[in-house]
Nanobody, 122 residues
Framework: QVQLVGSGGGLVRTGGSLRLSCAAS????????MGWYRQVPGKRRELVAI???????NYAAFVKGRFTISLEIAKNTVFLEMNSLTPEDTAVYYC????????????????WGQGTQVTVSS
């Protein structure tokens, strides 16, 4: 099957930066898009940013130009560069992939990474 392995989380002070990465491996025929979501305890998982295989991006309003998502399609790897971090960015960040595992499929499968903790101290 498909596995997503994320890394790059950690502890950083307000105003600091982190770079998350997530590599997909396994039986992937094609990627439609990859993205990053985040979740804090007691709240729903929310979209942070998403990038299509063609490079189109979409960001949550709270990103406000601080984050940049990029995709290295040849390596099935998505990155999230996060700058000007605030304590409100503290969450578990999950990478996501939507794509086809078989050419004949008419639907997209969806896969999630294990999550990486980002903690921003004040």
């Amino acid at each position: 099957q498909v596995q997503l392995v994320g890394s790059g989380g950690g502890l950083v002070r307000t105003g600091g930066s982190l770079r998350l990465s997530c590599a997909a491996s396994g039986s992937i025929f094609s990627i439609n898009d990859m993205g990053w979501y985040r979740q804090v305890p007691g709240k729903r998982r929310e979209l942070v940013a998403i990038i299509s295989s063609s490079g189109s991006t979409n960001y949550a309003a709270f990103v406000k130009g601080r984050f940049t998502i990029s995709l290295e399609i040849a390596k099935n790897t998505v990155f999230l560069e996060m700058n000007s971090l605030t304590p409100e960015d503290t969450a578990v960040y999950y990478c996501n992939l939507r794509g086809k595992i078989r050419a004949e499929n008419t639907f997209f499968d969806e896969f999630w990474g294990q999550g990486t903790q980002v903690t921003v101290s004040s």
